[in-house]
């Protein structure tokens, strides 16, 4: 379906104009503020900023976890991909939120679950003796990481599953005497060659964009990654110079992703889309296997990390035993003894005004569909999402500092620029999927454009705007990386709020908070799961 | 010889408990065509699915060739299997080209690249596409594609191929091509066919027997010409061919004849005894002493459809050439034989 299989009229210049202006705003001026700044220094300055021993040790640092956090977590997506998605529905309509369930928790609390489950005196310590040896360090942070990207991986491959290898293609090679190794090696890994590289790109971009888990596992053992250094650079010092090679990392950080996610926006944008096969899949008879496999990896990465920080959060002490006897609220009411309530209702806020504004940015983008400007614009709110959230804060602490600094204000705006594209990608599929004929129907009976709009042109598109809404609750209700670097006195948000809890030390509160921060999400997708589950 | 395929009570159910094949009993001899015909949902695909060795049966065995290769506890994996499947989706791997596709069973095989390149030529020569080799299937046409899944079943060499509705897909004017040349090749190879579809027409066609797949049970199985003109019930009976079901008791009326009443005459024709009766189009005629309206009248080309509304009901005629009678007037009719409805669903 092209533009014309949308009724309405077709949007007129000023909206182009209006939305241009909103991207220009929310994305160019950002990073361009970016740039003019990393570039302030001349060529010469920037050279020096790159070769800084820090800055070359955090550069290698960064490529080094994103390359082997790829190289793990692809293909263990996409075993996980090919195990789930081969059963029986009814089998995978339980086990995909299983393995998507390590998504829904902030990656902050995930990682500070590892150190409570994992470490020196964390669950496994204290019961069995056995802390994970390099917790801290480079190889806790590629396995937290990993394990991270593992569900990120597998929901790329389970749609490149669905469109591209049909379960017939996979019988037919199976009757044609290939084995189930043959089969997967000379058809089904061949047809998901397009998919592989984009969750390859999508998992190195994310791990380049990582903050929580380096600056909780990495920067204790000294280990630091470009986010890292740019939160660091930016919070110990006030030398304008510094500043300037700190802006020279945060775009070094942009480059790098941008050479990772580009290719595969090109690739992605050739995919055929065709629908899904909806027969029964094969069941394969490693059923009991596969089930196995995916709730023991969801139990140790996800469970048994969320375990130890709710239990964390309700013992007295760090040091005692978790039982019942032991148990107690007071974490609880430390962790809000001071500023916390009003981080909370700000992060609240701020998440509800993105759950509000993002579909509605989403909307007017999509909107944009079959017209020129609309494409240019898209690959904007792409870009900007994939923009590190270490570079995109600074890129706009720059732009608006001047007038908002420091205040909660300052913080939507990086959020929308970073979340425009979660409305923006539910609605233009709604649109796609709505096909001419529907609209033609309502018209040759009997109702005007208005009534249209109303009565088939927008019911569909409700879902995609109300996930859309929910998308952007979740994400800008755990979002730390940007927030950590654009806050100010009294305009903390909860995850702020935690991160410094964890700094100070502070077992006790840090769970109680990451508890605070993780139940919402969990409840927003328990609404938002089993709705895309069933398709 | 071992028949090329034997079912023996197979049972399937998915996991829900919901039963798909319910105690299927089905042979089919070396070299034997046999029709699959259901209506979708029946089960047609999902047994051909397990005697590929797709699924297990729950119950039952299936063996090939006198080998068992399926049963609740042992699947024989589909490769070691020996069966060539053409699919109704065609199943052609979109990053292969035709000549990889066809050579592609036979690469399996252990045959080497160069002799599996040149027996895909062979193969594609003989069913027309030796033009087409290099191409990928995304631009072939549906028929072309159906014929590349042929040429790819056939380079399997099997003892069974299992064709799953392999016309289902393509327009009116060409699924008779396809039948064809899926049915010429077939006839060369010698192999045994198990061949599923929805379509009366195809499945009595192509078919030495017809097995009739009802709500996962076989309900009947003979040759086409035992299955139109005695179907095991009025459902079977639609299945087959057009049909009518008349509400008029026949009586015995001696060896091979009974006795109908239709309106306040009564004919005796050849038949058996039942309480309702089913007549094909071609088992009755315009003009005679039955009584009846003409409520329809559909013009075909080579035949012209009447619908009659008689005292027993609602009753179609075929009759070759164009209309004889206009819509709405009265007319008599002539019964020439019949079958009983008999009194279950099937």
Redesign the interface.
């Known amino acids: 379906m092209t533009a014309s299989a949308v009724p309405a009229r077709r949007p007129g210049a000023a909206a182009v104009v209006l939305i241009a202006a909103l991207v220009g705003l929310l994305v160019v001026l950002p990073l361009a503020g970016l740039v003019r700044v990393a570039a302030g220094g001349g060529l010469a300055g920037i050279a020096r900023a790159l070769a800084a021993p820090q800055s070359v040790r955090a550069t290698v640092h960064t490529i080094a976890l994103a390359a082997v956090v790829t190289a793990l977590a692809v293909p263990g997506g996409a075993a996980l991909a090919l195990g789930v998605e081969r059963q029986?529905p009814?089998?995978r309509r339980v086990l995909r939120p299983v393995v998507a369930s390590g998504l829904i928790v902030p990656e902050f609390v995930l990682g500070f679950g590892w150190t409570q489950a994992y470490g020196p005196a964390g669950l496994t310590d204290r019961l069995a003796g056995i802390p994970l040896p390099g917790l801290y360090g480079p190889a806790g942070i590629v396995l937290v990481l990993a394990t991270h990207a593992v569900p990120l991986a597998y929901l790329v491959v389970t749609a490149g599953l669905a469109v591209?290898a049909?379960v017939?293609?996979h019988?037919?090679?199976?009757?044609?005497?290939?084995?189930?190794w043959?089969a997967l090696r000379?058809?089904t890994l061949?047809?998901l060659r397009v998919p592989l590289l984009a969750a390859s790109a999508l998992v190195f971009a994310s791990v380049v964009n990582s903050f929580a888990v380096p600056q909780l596992l990495g920067t204790p053992a000294g280990f630091a990654t470009m986010s890292t250094l740019v939160y660091q650079d930016l919070n110990l010092s006030a030398d304008p110079a510094a500043f300037t090679d700190l802006t020279v990392v945060a775009l070094a950080m942009v480059l790098l992703v941008l050479v990772a996610v580009a290719p595969a926006e090109v690739w992605l944008g050739a995919v055929r889309t065709r629908p899904p096969?909806l027969d029964?899949p094969?069941?394969a008879?490693s059923g009991r296997l596969v089930t196995a496999a995916v709730w023991a990896f969801a139990t140790l990465t996800v469970g048994l990390p969320v375990l130890a920080v709710l239990l964390a959060a309700l013992t007295r002490a760090p040091g005692l035993a978790s039982v019942p006897a032991n148990w107690t609220l007071a974490n609880f009411a430390d962790a809000f003894a001071g500023e916390t309530g009003a981080a909370l209702a700000r992060s609240l806020w701020l998440a509800a005004a993105a759950a509000l504004l993002v579909p509605a940015l989403g909307g007017l983008l999509a909107g944009l569909r079959g017209r020129l400007a609309g494409r240019p614009l898209a690959v904007a709110v792409t870009l900007s999402y994939a923009v590190p959230g270490s570079a995109l804060a600074v890129g706009v602490a720059i732009g608006y500092g001047r007038w908002l600094a420091g205040t909660a204000l300052i913080i939507l705006v990086a959020y929308l620029a970073k979340f425009w594209i979660l409305g923006y990608l539910p609605v233009r599929a709604a649109l796609d999927r709505l096909s001419a004929e529907p609209v033609r129907a309502a018209r040759v009976s009997g109702a005007g454009p208005a009534t249209t709009l109303a009565t088939v042109v927008l019911p569909p598109l409700r879902t995609a705007l109300a996930s859309a809404a929910a998308l952007a609750f979740l994400f800008a209700f755990h979002e730390l990386t940007m927030s950590s670097i654009l806050y100010g006195p009294g305009s903390q948000t909860l995850a702020v709020v935690v991160l410094n809890q964890r700094e100070l030390g502070n077992i006790g509160t840090t769970s109680a908070l990451a508890v605070v921060l993780t139940v919402p999400v969990c409840l927003a997708a328990a609404v938002l799961l089993p709705r895309r589950g069933r398709t | 010889m071992s028949d090329a395929l034997d079912c023996r009570g197979v049972c399937l159910r998915y996991r829900a408990g919901v039963p798909v094949l319910t105690d299927v009993d089905l042979a089919v001899a070396p070299g034997e065509v046999v029709a699959l015909l259901g209506p979708s949902g029946s089960g047609k695909t999902t047994l051909l699915h397990a005697v590929a060795g797709f699924v297990a049966p729950a119950g039952g065995e299936i063996r090939l060739g006198g080998r068992t290769v399926s049963t609740a506890r042992r699947c024989t994996p589909p490769e070691r299997r020996r069966v060539g499947m053409v699919f109704q989706s065609y199943a052609l791997w979109p990053h292969l080209t035709v000549l990889d596709t066809v050579a592609y069973p036979l690469r399996r095989r252990g045959v080497g690249g160069a002799a599996a390149r040149t027996r895909a030529h062979e193969l594609l020569a003989g069913v027309g596409l030796a033009d087409l080799a290099g191409r990928r299937p995304a631009e072939l046409s549906g028929g072309q594609q159906q014929r590349v899944g042929l040429a790819r079943a056939l380079a399997a060499q099997p003892d069974l191929f299992l064709f799953d509705e392999p016309t289902a897909h393509l327009d009116a004017h060409l699924r008779g091509v396809v039948l064809a040349e899926v049915a010429a090749q077939r006839a060369a190879a010698g192999a045994a066919a198990l061949y599923a579809t929805h379509d009366a027409g195809e499945a009595l066609a192509v078919a030495d027997r017809v097995a009739i797949l009802y709500g996962g049970r076989l309900v009947q199985v003979g040759t086409p010409a035992d299955v139109y003109a005695r179907p095991a019930g009025p459902a079977v009976a639609r299945l087959t061919g057009p049909v009518s079901v008349l509400a008029a008791p026949a009586r015995a009326a001696g060896p091979g004849l009974v006795s109908v009443r239709i309106g306040t005459v009564s004919v005796t024709v050849p038949g058996e005894p039942g309480g309702r009766i089913l007549v094909r189009p071609d088992w009755a005629g315009l003009g005679g002493d039955l009584p009846g309206r003409v409520a329809a009248v559909r013009f075909a080309g080579p035949h012209t459809d009447y619908e009659l509304s008689t005292p027993a009901g609602d009753l179609l005629i075929r009759e070759s050439g164009p209309p004889r009678l206009p819509a709405g007037g009265t007319t008599t009719w002539t019964l020439r034989r019949l079958w009983p409805a008999g009194d279950g669903t099937a």
């Open positions: 029986e009814r089998r591209r049909d017939d293609l019988r037919a090679a199976r009757a044609s005497g290939a084995g189930r043959a000379t058809i061949p047809l096969n029964p094969v069941p008879g």
